[in-house]
Nanobody, 125 residues
Framework: VQLQASGGGLVQAGGSLRLSCAASGGRISTNVMAWFRQAPGKDREFVAAVAESSRVRNHGESVRGRFTISRDDAKNTVYLQMNSLEPEDTAVYYC???????????????????WGQGTQVTVSS
């Protein structure tokens, strides 16, 4: 399975960005797709996850109400719509995939087998 993330960039506070992550190979392995982010000197943080057919989604507390995860199963692509961006959202954003939705596991970066290369998001004040 390969994951290819794109869509990062520089945006002013209050602006919006949309990230994309296209997966190739292993549909079962990408039943759950997620976004994490990592700022310099910080641990990798869970942002959001979505199961196949978008039957269930979960957003991290720090982004709830501002970010929305979605997926297009026909394209095997996951998206992250980010609105009302804040300087604190500045980080490298990574997409990840795993085969099954287990609520206690989806927020842990160590529980994902497949990772994309990361895309930088910078929010200026």
């Amino acid at each position: 399975v390969q994951l290819q993330a794109s869509g990062g960039g520089l945006v002013q506070a209050g602006g919006s960005l949309r990230l994309s992550c296209a997966a190739s190979g292993g549909r079962i392995s990408t039943n759950v797709m997620a976004w994490f982010r990592q700022a310099p000197g910080k641990d990798r943080e869970f942002v959001a996850a979505v199961a196949e057919s978008s039957r269930v989604r979960n957003h991290g507390e720090s982004v709830r109400g501002r970010f929305t995860i979605s997926r297009d199963d026909a394209k095997n692509t996951v998206y992250l719509q980010m609105n009302s961006l804040e300087p604190e959202d500045t980080a490298v954003y990574y997409c990840a995939a795993r085969s099954s939705w287990i609520y206690d596991l989806i927020k842990g970066a160590g529980n994902y087998r497949y990772w994309g290369q990361g895309t930088q998001v910078t929010v200026s004040s």
